[in-house]
């Protein structure tokens, strides 16, 4: 019966000049055509914005002082860039999902999870990870008050909360104890070594002060 149906459409179709088969490839194609040969931009808000993708482009990094050049899609997230792209690895994946803050990295000195950045929108900027912070072999006096206040434990945290502590340092070089609780509350550490953490802010803006 199904057979007898689908030849009953089929004659139909040709009947009306295109058949069922040749309207289905039509519709495939057409649906193809914009994604490979799309615009390159699109009007928006009365300016042209141009448009980017499917497929991998040239695109260029700042990244700790260095510039970085690869060819990626434009859905793939920073985070993904500097580890599988440089092989910058000190922002960790863990949530990615924007929640926990362990890839944290600085954008312009901002804060950001690079787990929900795309990594197009870092072009032009200065990107900062946590490799950035030791120089000439020795630790950066945050990494430093991390491992004289036990503040970390599995370390998968740490990276994100050494980059956060410096860009809130940075911000509030003094500190109350409520402004480093405030501060932080973007990042998450699983072993609960918070009092640590917040004794190790609070050991670098006394030598600060």
């Not at 007898?4 to 194609?29: A, C, P, Y």
Request: hydrophobic residues 35%.
């Amino acid at each position: 019966m199904r057979d007898d149906d689908s030849n009953k459409k089929e004659k139909q179709d040709e009947r009306s000049g295109v058949s069922r088969r040749d309207f289905l490839k039509i519709s495939s194609i057409s649906v193809a055509v914009p994604l490979v040969a799309g615009p390159k931009a699109v009007l928006a808000a009365g300016e042209q914005v141009p448009v980017h993708g499917p497929g991998a482009g040239a695109m260029q990094f700042t990244i700790n002082g260095k510039k970085y050049k690869a060819n990626l899609e434009p859905r793939v997230t920073l985070l993904d860039a500097l580890r599988d792209e440089f092989d910058i690895t000190g922002a960790k994946r863990v949530c990615d999902r924007a929640e926990c803050g362990a890839c944290t990295v600085l954008i312009n000195n901002k804060p950001v999870y690079a787990c929900s950045v795309l990594a197009i929108e870092a072009q032009g900027k200065q990107v900062t990870t946590v490799e950035s912070l030791m120089q000439q072999g020795k630790l950066h006096p945050i990494q430093q008050a991390f491992v004289d206040n036990d503040a970390s434990q599995c370390g998968f945290c740490t990276p994100g909360f050494v980059v956060a502590c410096k860009a809130f340092l940075d911000k509030h070089p003094n500190p109350t104890a409520e402004d480093i609780r405030h501060g932080l509350s973007g990042n998450l550490c699983r072993c609960g070594t918070y009092h640590g953490i917040q004794q190790a802010i609070a050991q670098v803006a006394q030598k600060g002060a």
